[in-house]
């Protein structure tokens, strides 16, 4: 697994995030070097779609299976997502059971279908006889309305 990550940070527009911090349990790079990266991404043209994957149902099957069951399960959702993103895509740990991915696609639409086709790959891929299933959040970094400092709403 951690080879994979070192292999897919090496590629692409990810070459700077050898050196940063990673997810212990994961490999993956951790939330503030994915922020480092995103505040880099925004500032370059391009379209630049980032989501927030979590997965579902992880206090009740903490609870049915346990907190080691859970580490295996994320680590799995990890080397899945890695395993079915582009070079030009970064998927990182975000939280507990959450993770994030920067996608590098021209329109908000390809972003929603990276999105699908990865939910369809994590669900397809068993683990100990759980289909896993996530949920994933996404926005258009060009979509999202930029803040106007210091000019004041005029009507």
Same mark, same amino acid.
């Given at each position: 697994?951690?080879?994979?990550?070192? %292999?897919? $940070?090496?590629?692409? =527009?990810? /070459?700077?995030? &050898?050196?940063?911090?990673? +997810?212990? @349990?994961? *490999?993956?790079?951790?939330?503030?070097?994915?922020?480092?990266?995103?505040?880099?991404?925004?500032?370059?043209?391009?379209?630049?779609?980032?989501?927030?994957?979590?997965?579902?149902?992880?206090?009740?099957?903490?609870?049915?299976?346990?907190?080691?069951?859970?580490? %295996?399960? $994320?680590?799995?959702? =990890?080397? /899945?997502?890695? &395993?079915?993103?582009?070079? +030009?895509? @970064?998927? *990182?740990?975000?939280?507990?059971?959450?993770?994030?991915?920067?996608?590098?696609?021209?329109?908000?639409?390809?972003?929603?279908?990276?999105?699908?086709?990865?939910?369809?790959?994590?669900?397809?891929?068993?683990?100990?006889?759980?289909?896993?299933?996530?949920?994933?959040?996404? $926005?258009?970094?060009?979509?999202?309305?930029?803040?106007?400092?210091?000019?004041?709403?005029?009507?």
């Amino acid at each position: 697994m951690q080879e994979v990550i070192r %292999r897919q $940070t090496r590629r692409g =527009a990810w /070459t700077d995030l &050898e050196s940063g911090p990673r +997810d212990p @349990l994961t *490999g993956l790079p951790d939330r503030s070097t994915v922020e480092r990266c995103l505040r880099q991404l925004a500032a370059r043209p391009g379209g630049v779609s980032v989501a927030v994957v979590r997965i579902d149902h992880a206090q009740r099957l903490e609870a049915e299976r346990g907190e080691a069951f859970m580490e %295996r399960l $994320t680590a799995h959702v =990890a080397r /899945t997502l890695v &395993e079915c993103l582009r070079d +030009d895509d @970064l998927v *990182g740990r975000l939280s507990g059971r959450q993770f994030i991915l920067l996608l590098r696609v021209p329109d908000a639409r390809a972003g929603r279908a990276a999105c699908e086709r990865l939910r369809l790959r994590v669900a397809s891929r068993p683990i100990e006889g759980v289909n896993p299933s996530i949920s994933v959040g996404l $926005t258009d970094v060009q979509d999202t309305p930029k803040p106007r400092w210091g000019t004041p709403n005029r009507r």
